[in-house]
């Protein structure tokens, strides 16, 4: 019974540790900050919520998660270039992680029936 509670306690706290973790991520406006400065964030904490407006219409505040490698990513997923404003570039790259959809390569295969 002594090991139930222990096992319990053990779960409880690492599911703790772990929301900790979750919620620690920093957001940072990118328009307040350099392009080198936002890098060095991204390297330091391993990823960031990065907020910029809307190339299309500046009064929408667009926003996502950005790494500094493929190692922030969640299983399954790869990192894609992207490119968010700074306060010293309008065109900072940065990566972002984002899940392949392999069903469509599948589909780019098309068979040539009738042609030997």
Known sequence: MKMRHALSAALALS???????????????????????IKQTLAREGAAILRHPSPRNSSITLYDRYVSNRG???????????????????SCPVLKCYRPDYDDDIMRIRPRFGRD
């Open 15 to 37: 599911t703790l540790v772990m929301a900790g973790q979750a919620s620690a991520i920093s957001r940072i406006e990118t328009l307040g900050q350099s392009c080198g400065a």
């Open 72 to 90: 922030s990513c969640t299983f399954g997923e790869v990192t894609q270039r992207a490119s968010v404003p700074a306060s010293d570039t309008a």
